[in-house]
């Protein structure tokens, strides 16, 4: 998804692109996710910031792309359970409004105006109108073919050409080298493995995530529903098993419900243990889901870096080469932005918002603050 | 309590009964599972109890076989060594960290809604296969079903799925599903099969090694011959025709290539359509336990074992190759897993004559695999209206834009874009089709649920590996 709207937006500021990849359109994480376009998760800062300038992209790529990318803007609803929940719900809200986040509180007797469905005896929650969704898979397909991008499937890069001076002029692929003067790493969760062929670092981790997917149902969630947990366990540090998750109705007809995060390498065995856990919110959410069947549940390896936040933007110690990778569980959400930046940062404009926070650099001078290691 | 070691069996057909009588008489504690409500799988399949069918066996040969196995089937659940647990749906086996053991994952009741949990120190796997149908223009009418679905018809439930019928695609299944037909009072205006009768002698060598096999053939042949039906070889059916539901289908000759033969397509009234383009084997279980795969089959040795310690696989999981095939493997499988799971290495000898039986029938499945298959081309003559999966109505026109011009070069791309395969029946129907599309070969595919599973019954998964 990072590499589509970075080819996207490159090409649209003048700029031939060729765009890369070892398997097939979609082939990564992307088409291993979900795509939630979400504003509501995001605590202010930087990535909120991003997301912000995604959602403006994205609703007016959807203008573009029509109903190819299955954009929907059918806002997210975030629900707490108990008054404490609540509370704390209701001041994250505050945070965001003052970010220029729409959050509009919910009282408890009008969940059901917005969800019919949902559980009995929420104490509350916090509708927010700017959440989204697309096909993740169509959505890179679609901004790759709008693109006009000449794509390389199939060709793995096993190396960054660098000439005397240090400067990037291509890949080394093992079909070929493929010449360029700049070079953009979108390569996802492996993308910590192409800057080490650049001989730098940035340390990229998995952290899978499983989603569940219903049969086909008529309409009965319409939202994006989540429980204020949900907040906690994006932000979590922690390498356990986290599942509150995000149920919701899709075009075609199955309820998503996603998604685990869990760090345990690039492990795609199935977990009953995270099913289980998806499925028991879901059902907490939604008791109607108890008699709905799952068809099927996939697993994914969201890209992420020690603090959760994407690298994006020209790499000082390689000079031709940018980073746009790390998204983790919002890289959907946050392409077009990303590659919007990526494109400014190519043709040497300013970009829309301070990039020092996505600098790529940043854990060689943060000193052993990785968190782990790879 | 001194406890025997406890084996699963998934898969009451001939490949599960031998493997599970074979196991118990070494006494091993037996758990059979199997989704119908009575042991004998795809072959040996039983009217259902209620019907008060006189004459069950009437449909079947090798009768005597099955009588040795219903009956060794009663002694050990009597004597307590054979557990058969009928209608119980499994969705998925575990492994359990640590302990070795495995947890089988099962549903229950008519609606497939309970949870049912069974643990086991070993299992083995006996799903059998399901039939692979290659899509046409009008295969979606009503009337039109699969070979496997009117022979299941008529040994299940007695009944003829209708008055007047074609038997059509490719496989040694068209044949007695035609004589079954046909004995039991249908019309079979043809049997049209897209190999040629000259491709199966030329292979006679292999054959003639597989003299029962050859005579059951010749036998269906007589039988076909005395019904009066038409025996169409290298030919196929191009479209089936029909508003409401089928009225005709059009059949035509194909030239050496495989290629329909210009002039030669003509209409055949019918009002069943029975279609089949041989077998796959059921894979889903074992691929979420781990196991290697080969091709589109588990990946077993000599003994029947998976590359996973404690899972073995037996009969058309593991290849495709009729039920005296599925018999031997069950035997070995059976034999091996008894000694392993009392800490001995199994003598083989044990299995000698199991041992030569499945390697002459693995060498005659591996000749007719050659001789059967679709005709060549079939996929770039379906025209682009053609509903290629059924549970997502996705057109072939949609598979082969996602190929085109947004780039899909495998079956899981093309499921991504079109949602092809996303369906009910997870891709099971129409994942050769798109892959016969899509240009590449038929990956068998990932599906963590063998069977769909109701959110509640996983919500109430104890909360543990
Ligand atoms: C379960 C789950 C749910 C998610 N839900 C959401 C959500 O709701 N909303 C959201 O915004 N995000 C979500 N995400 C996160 C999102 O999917 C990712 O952040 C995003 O897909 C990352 O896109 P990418 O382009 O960076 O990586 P990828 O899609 O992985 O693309 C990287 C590409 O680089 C290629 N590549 C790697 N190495 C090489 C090499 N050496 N040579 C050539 N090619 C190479 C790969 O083949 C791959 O195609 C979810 C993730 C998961 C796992
Ligand atoms: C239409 C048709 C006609 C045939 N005619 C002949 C013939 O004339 N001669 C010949 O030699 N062979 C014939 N065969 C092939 C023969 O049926 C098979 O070779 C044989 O049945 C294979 O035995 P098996 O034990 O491997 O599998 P099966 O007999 O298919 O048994 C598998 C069992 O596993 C069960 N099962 C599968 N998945 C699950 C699950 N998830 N949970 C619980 N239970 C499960 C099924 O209910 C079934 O009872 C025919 C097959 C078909 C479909």
Redesign the pocket.
Known sequence: MAGAACALYAARAGLEVRVVDRGAVAGGTTGAGEGNLLVSDKEPGPELRLALLSARLWAGLAQELGAAVEYEPKGGLVVASAPGALAALRDLAARQRSAGVTAVPVAADRLPDLEPYLAPGMAGGVHYPQDAQVMPALAAAHLLRASGARLHPGHTVTGVLRGADGMVYGVRTDRGDIHAPAVVNAAGVRGGELAALAGIRLPVLPRRGFVLVTEPLPRRVRHKVYAADYVADVASDSAGLRASPVVEGTAAGPVLIGATRERVGFDRSLSLRAVRALAAGAVGLFPFLRQVRALRTYAGFRPYLPDHLPAIGPDPRVPGLFHACGHEGAGIGLAPATGLLIARALTGKAPELDLTPFRPERFDTQGGNDGESP | MTERPRLAV????????AAALTAAARGVRVLL????DQA?????RQPAAGLGARRPHAPHHRWRTWERLRTGLERHRAAGRITHLTD????CVAGESGSGGFTVY?LRGPGQEEGVTVRADAVLL????Y?RVLPFPGWTLPGVVT??GA??MLKGQLVLPGRTAVVAGTG??L???ATGLAAAGAQVAALVESAGPAALSRRLPALAAQPG?LA?GAGYAARLLRHGVRVLPRHTVLAAHGTERLEAVTVAALDRTGRPRPGTARRVRCDTLAV?HG?LP?T??AETLGCALSGTAVRVDAEQRTDVPGVWA????TG???????LAE?RIAGQSAAARLYGTAPDPRRWAAADRTRARARAFAAALDSVYAPPAGWAERLPDETVVCRCEEVTAGRVCEAVGTLGAGDARTVKLLTRAGMGWCQGRMCGPAVAGLTGCPLDPGRRPF??PVPLGVLAGLPDTE
Request: aromatic content about 6%; glycine content about 22%; overall charge negative.
């Open positions: 998934v898969g009451a057909g001939p490949a599960g009964l599972v199997d989704a119908a004998g799988g795809q072959f040996y119980h749906h499994v969705w099962a006996a799903t059998g296969g039939e070979a496997g022979q299941a040694p299944l044949l007695p599903v096999t059951e089949g077998l059921h889903d279980l037996a009969g058309e999981a495709v190759g009729g039920a005296t095939l599925a069950g063998a069977r």
